[in-house]
């Protein structure tokens, strides 16, 4: 009797997988499919150091006081720069970044007081060799000005959940991003 | 025209252009079903995990098989060192001869066998057991100790679960008089409650029949929960462990050809074969509504249990389907004995 019940009960159970498996699988995908698609970076996420533009002069804020070069705690910061003829302050030429070696505890960062510098949200950090991470900033900040002008025209990636945050947004983080927002919208699909 | 093709009907007809227009047919839809069974079951296991599966090749990833087949055939086939080079070349394809051989007696339609055995039942199984015997010369031919051991495990399981599943066919064999399956499927002809699975008055116990068959069944397929032979996430590949390329794709095709014998058997022997439950539609369509419906609960099954542990296996095999098989078997006999001496 005690046989038959536990068969009973397996089987029952059994069933009772099979019924919410098949449940998931009339619902819709979850996922993202991600070179076609991708979910939009949190705002505080910590990719690596990039320079802040000054939207009046389209030139880096930075104006080498070296405050993040000696912070770093792992060294891999080193700035240079020129005074300009007519310039109050100095003007960034090289803004060395060692990415191999940096740890992202964002000490450069805190230490800024023009607020110059702040984390990209850049995640596709893949590279083949390790001189594709020893990174100039200056020159990515110029290549960013000139992308900025181009990719006003040009057509941009998908971006899933919310709106794109603008660069004035990305500078006071507030407490939002994907998992906040699946979770306003109960979790479901986006 | 019309006069034209059917002389060519009539002339393919005649036996010996007949046995190569099945044999053709035969290899043709066990390696189209070998190809997008395998798409289906990677689109169902992404369906199942909410997620959409292959997408990349093809619409709907449905170039997905080709791609993966010019892969296979791509790669060097390597016979280890010291390994019995012919028995490692021939195990593939000991595997995949018997299910094709066996689908030769399988009734896809009415009249549409390409051979009709009055002991076609018998054949079927007769040819079954090489399928366990080829896994073994695939592993003991490797000369990988793993390898061995795997194939020690699927001897040891696939003998465990021949047996209940030779006792639910001679029930059934009993039940219908013949193990002619164009016979047994011409007797349940008429509404669905005709088919054997809902033949209660022969076997009270015929829809536990049609699930032993069914868990032996996939038992016998090697399929999850029960692909100790093959546990991906455990073991390398088991006992094709040493194989690569096409090899061991024959052996995954075999895989799923074996699942298509072993759910058109349960058609046939369970579910009526080609007889439609409400006249609608032609039989060789019913047939394949019900055979892939039962091909997909394989999917299903595997995408919802998890695998079972080997000593569980053997248990319920030894304690639970043996001797269940065998009660149904004395009881449809009693059965049988008394409506006789009834009527």
């Not at chain 1, 960034?92 to 191999?100: A, Q």
């Not at chain 1, 100039?136 to 181009?150: I, T, Y």
């Not at chain 1, 971006?159 to 004035?168: F, H, M």
């Not at chain 2, 059934?172 to 047994?184: N, V």
Request: hydrophobic share 50%.
């Amino acid at each position: 009797m005690n046989l038959l019940r536990e068969i009973y009960g397996g089987l029952k159970s059994l069933l009772i997988g099979l019924w919410i498996t098949i449940g998931q699988f009339f619902k819709s995908a979850v996922t993202v499919r991600y070179p076609h698609q991708a979910l939009k970076i949190p705002l505080r996420y910590r990719g690596h150091i990039e320079l802040v533009g000054d939207p009046a002069r389209g030139k880096p804020l930075c104006f080498v006081c070296k405050l993040c070069e000696r912070a770093c705690p792992s060294d891999c910061i080193s700035v240079e720069g020129v005074k300009l003829e007519g310039d109050r302050r100095k003007s960034v030429t090289t803004y060395k970044l060692d990415f191999t070696k940096c740890s992202l505890c964002g000490s450069c960062v805190e230490v800024c007081r023009e607020g110059a510098i702040r984390f990209s949200r850049d995640y596709n950090l893949a590279g083949l060799t390790k001189e594709e991470f020893l990174m100039d900033l200056v020159q990515r900040f110029q290549a960013q000005q000139a992308g900025a002008k181009s990719e006003a025209r040009g057509a941009k990636p998908e971006v899933l959940a919310g709106p794109k945050a603008k660069p004035a947004e990305a500078a006071e983080p507030k407490p939002e991003g994907p998992l906040a927002g699946a979770a306003a919208n109960g979790g479901s699909a986006p | 025209m019309r006069a034209l093709f059917s002389k060519l009907i009539t002339f393919l007809g005649t036996e010996p252009y007949r046995l190569v227009v099945a044999l053709l047919a035969i290899v043709g839809f066990v390696a189209l079903n070998a190809a997008y069974l395998v798409w289906v079951e990677r689109k169902a296991a992404g369906r199942f995990q909410r997620r959409p599966g292959p997408t990349e090749v093809g619409p709907a990833g449905l170039l997905q098989p080709v791609a993966d087949g010019l892969k296979l055939m791509a790669k060097q086939l390597i016979v280890p060192a010291g390994a019995d080079a012919t028995l490692f070349r021939a195990a593939p394809l000991l595997v995949m001869a018997p299910v094709l051989m066996g689908l030769a007696v399988i009734p896809f339609g009415p009249g549409l066998a390409a051979r009709n055995l009055n002991v076609g039942l018998l054949m079927i199984f007769a040819l079954g057991s090489i399928n366990v015997m080829a896994l073994m010369v695939g592993g003991w031919s490797s000369r990988n100790k793993y390898a061995m051991m795997s194939a020690a495990r699927v001897v040891s399981q696939n003998v465990a679960y021949e047996i209940p599943m030779l006792l639910v066919v001679i029930t059934m064999i009993m039940a219908t008089g013949t193990t002619d399956l164009s016979q047994i499927v011409l007797q349940q002809a008429g509404p669905f409650w005709h088919w054997n699975l809902f033949r209660v008055w022969v076997n009270p116990l015929m829809p536990v029949t049609f699930l032993i068959f069914y868990i032996c069944m996939l038992e016998e397929t090697n399929r999850a929960p029960f692909d100790m032979a093959e546990a991906e996430s455990e073991l390398v590949a088991g006992a094709y462990t040493e194989y690569g390329g096409m090899g061991f794709g024959v052996f995954f095709m075999a895989e799923y050809a074996n699942i298509v014998l072993g759910c058109s058997l349960a058609t046939v022997l369970f579910l009526g074969g080609w007889q439609s439950p409400f006249g609608l539609l032609p039989g060789l369509l019913w047939f394949l509504i019900k055979m892939y419906f039962l091909v997909f609960s394989v999917v299903w099954v595997r995408w919802t249990f998890p695998r079972t542990q080997f000593y569980r296996l053997l248990n319920l095999s030894w304690k639970l389907l043996i001797p269940a098989s065998l009660f149904t078997l004395i009881l449809s006999a009693a059965m049988i004995k008394i409506l006789r001496a009834l009527s």
